[in-house]
């Protein structure tokens, strides 16, 4: 799988692991479920950033 797909990827679920956060925000009582959710989402952004300092190889 190449950088780009990968980036790609991770973006797509940041984006619907924000939705999934602001969804779970409005409801009441589901408090683990959002701490979990936040998480995921400082782990996707972890990676995503990782991803994005990897140096671009020229061919």
């Known amino acids: 799988m190449s950088v780009n797909s990968r980036i790609i990827r ?3 679920w940041r984006r619907q692991l ?3 956060v602001r969804r779970e925000a ?3 009582g ?3 479920r959002l ?3 936040h998480a995921l989402r400082l782990t996707v952004k ?5 991803l994005m300092r990897r140096p671009v190889h020229a061919q």
Do not use: G, K, V, W
């Open 18 to 20: 924000d939705e999934a």
């Open 26 to 28: 409005r409801q009441r």
């Open 46 to 50: 972890q990676r995503l950033a990782a």
């Open 30 to 32: 589901a408090t683990f």
């Open 35 to 37: 701490l979990r959710l």
């Open 10 to 12: 991770f973006t797509q």
